[in-house]
């Protein structure tokens, strides 16, 4: 079982709709959740992070974290072409430092 | 704004060659990290330090090397380049207690 588990996509969906960006991690005892997009020949840009159960919302970014089901999901309200990337989880587990593990990333794709 | 700068986009260097990466944060910030990219093995972990002079191995630190001199300089050192470690390699720059890592542009580099 991977550390940090993600659908490779490609998600599609029209513009206008909302996009659900799943995650599942393995180790109960993770303590800190991140969303980065990184569209293709990029680097990682962080979009959000959440810490406490619930929901953590951003202008048309949510995310939400259930640490009793060990998942974390992503919410893109009124999706725009300009979304499309990949959306990559990481987890920072229960360990020293400051070490993330990453999922390999969901390929959002956003149609006129 | 955080602002972690890659010495170069773009590198080709030939198999037995020394090769290194540098990567410079502005941010003062004590933790810094190395990453490459590969197409559906994700972001993983070369090395991290998280002060001067120290190291740690992350998950891939073999035929790789690092130093850190200077707080604000963390080099990667490909002691003798292999066509296997032609990849994007990705600096990273990570603040105090869960704060998110932030990344640089990336190198990609081919090694022929």
Redesign the interface.
Known sequence: QKEVEQNSGPLSVPEGAIASLNCTYSDRGSQSFFWYRQYSGKSPELIMFIYSNGDKEDGRFTAQLNKASQYVSLLIRDSQPSDSATYLCAVKKNTGFQKLVFGTGTRLLVSP | DVKVTQSSRYLVKRTGEKVFLECVQDMDHE?MFWYRQDP????R?IY?S?DVKMK?K?DIPEGYSVSREKKERFSLILESASTNQTSMY?CAL?GP??????????T?LSIL
């Not at chain 2, 207690?97 to 990336?106: K, R």
């Open positions: 933790n559906g093995l994700g972001l972990l991290f998280y740690e992350g990705l990570g207690s869960n704060q998110p890592q932030h990344f640089g542009d990336g990609r």
